[in-house]
C-alpha cells in the first residue's frame, strides 16, 4: 500500500504598507522563501517553507503573517 503524506498550505502574507526592506527575512530564511523586489518582500519560493518562523521574529515591523507562525 503507498503511503502519502499531506502537508497543509503554508500562507505568507507581508504587509507592504509596513515592510521598509531591510531583508532580514531574505538573511534569516533557510529555505531561500524571500526576495526583495523594489525594495519590498515578496514571497515566491513558498513551497520551500520549513515553517520554522525565524521571519516572522526577524522582521523589525511586524510586517509578516505566517499561516503557521
Ligand atoms: S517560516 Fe522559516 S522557512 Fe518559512 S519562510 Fe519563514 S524563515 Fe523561511
Given at each position: 500500500m503507498a503511503v502519502k503524506t499531506y502537508r497543509?498550505?503554508?500562507t505568507?502574507?507581508?504587509d507592504h504598507d509596513e515592510c521598509?526592506?531591510?531583508g532580514e527575512c531574505v538573511n534569516v530564511?533557510?529555505?531561500d522563501v524571500y526576495e526583495l523586489v523594489n525594495g519590498k518582500s515578496t514571497a515566491p519560493r513558498v513551497e520551500?517553507?520549513?515553517e520554522c518562523c525565524a521571519c516572522v521574529e526577524a522582521c523589525p515591523t511586524k510586517?509578516?503573517?505566517h499561516s503557521s507562525c
Open positions: 497543509a498550505a503554508v505568507i502574507k507581508i521598509i526592506g531591510a530564511c533557510p529555505s520551500d517553507c520549513v510586517a509578516i503573517e
